[in-house]
């Protein structure tokens, strides 16, 4: 750990909080044992929902609360904590590796819930291969099931793929093919490299950099290069890009985020001196064990391998 | 009063706690100045598909900018 590196950690409470999207990790438990996992440690109890809610009633403005874990939906209460979301009137989003969205029952639920919004991890696309050679299980049956249900549904959708070298670095044009097969014409693609923090399979230096992400996309995506960095420093939405990520439409001219087919290429790598993904990022921040409010990559790093 | 409108205030107050009045969405104000951003926008569209079952043009909505634009546009589901 390189704790002396990370400079720029700090807490905040509730009220105090600058942080749009925050981080809540409900539950460190998973019903999966991923490859490349930020917060392997399994022994954390579940987020007390009462202080959650203390903790939303309490933050400065509306803000993007992303549930997340371990696997959010290993928590029993998992629909009580989104519903808390909306009670206070912030933002939601489910970040899920989909296995129990493959039930409707369950969709339905978190539909019932008020959530409409939910991001769904798809590093191996449809292809079992690489669901076992990243994620150690083959599941793509389920996560298909989980995608037909959401759409059915009509939830926004994002999904999010982890490029591993020499595994599944066809993963960009996989995932059009696969969206073509399902009829899925809206949805936001985040596509990143391996992160090293907490468990990875891909060292630094074997990691595919953010140039040869944008390479695999335009390749694999019917756009040039040049139209997918002419987005790196573009102001989309009042807002400029994160500094570690290109977000652009693939249909050009597309004004519509999640409308369409958008990618979002981002870089987890941690090949700078602090050692985390987006150093100093302001935009996203994580719930700590004391409710306080902390940079997420920063803390991430300061507690790899604990909460 | 239209279908298609009522569903826009309802989704409003609903899903993003905004109140719409026929007086703020007529005066043509952009998005953000009524406090509806990038997101609230695809939620609202959404969640009026949805509600309403009917499909919106990608083509159609890469030119609305304001919500009364929008109303306009569902108007024609009437």
């Known amino acids: ?307 | 009063m239209s279908k298609t409108r009522n569903a826009i205030k309802k989704i409003a107050i609903d899903r993003l706690s905004i109140e719409l009045t026929d007086e703020i969405i007529d005066s043509g104000k952009a998005f953000k100045d009524i406090g509806v951003d990038s997101l609230d926008a695809i939620e609202l569209v959404v969640s009026v598909e949805d509600e309403l079952d009917i499909e919106l043009s990608d083509e159609r909505l890469d030119d609305i900018e304001n919500i009364k634009q929008l109303a306009d546009y569902l108007a024609e589901f009437d």
């Open chain 1, 1 to 307: 750990m390189h704790v002396e590196k990370i400079v720029n950690y700090y807490e905040q409470s509730p009220e105090e909080n600058t942080f749009m999207d925050i981080m809540a990790d409900i539950t460190h438990k998973c019903n999966m044992t991923c490859k490349n996992c930020y917060i392997p440690n399994r022994d954390v109890p579940d987020m007390d929902l009462e202080k959650f809610r203390d903790f939303l009633s309490r933050l400065d403005g509306r803000c993007m609360i992303r549930i997340v874990g371990a696997e959010p939906t290993m928590n029993p209460r998992c629909d009580d904590y989104i519903k808390a979301v909306f009670e206070f009137e912030h933002r939601c989003i489910l970040l899920t590796n989909g296995l129990r969205l493959a039930h409707k029952s369950y969709v339905d639920k978190i539909h019932d819930s008020g959530l409409r919004h939910v991001y769904l991890s798809l590093n191996g696309v449809d292809n079992d291969d690489w669901y076992e050679a990243i994620d150690e299980l083959r599941c793509a049956e389920k996560k298909i099931s989980a995608l037909r249900n959401l759409k059915k549904r009509k939830f926004i959708l994002d999904t999010g793929t982890i490029i591993v070298p020499g595994v599944n670095e066809d993963a960009p044009g996989a995932l059009l093919e696969l969206f073509d097969k399902e009829n899925i014409n809206n949805v936001l693609m985040r596509i990143k490299n391996v992160g090293q923090l907490g468990r990875y399979q891909t060292e630094v230096d074997d990691n595919v950099k953010l140039n040869q992400l944008v390479k695999l996309c335009a390749e694999q995506m019917d756009v040039s290069e040049d139209y997918i960095n002419s987005f790196r420093d573009a102001k989309l939405y009042g807002m400029y890009q994160e500094s570690n990520s290109i977000l652009f439409p693939l249909r050009e001219g597309n004004k519509v985020l999640n409308r369409g087919r958008w990618v979002k290429i981002t870089n987890w790598d941690t090949d700078n001196e602090s050692g985390i993904p987006d150093p100093n990022s302001q935009r996203r921040g994580r719930i700590t064990e004391n409710f306080t409010v902390a940079p997420l990559y920063e803390h991430i790093k300061m507690n790899e391998g604990g909460y």
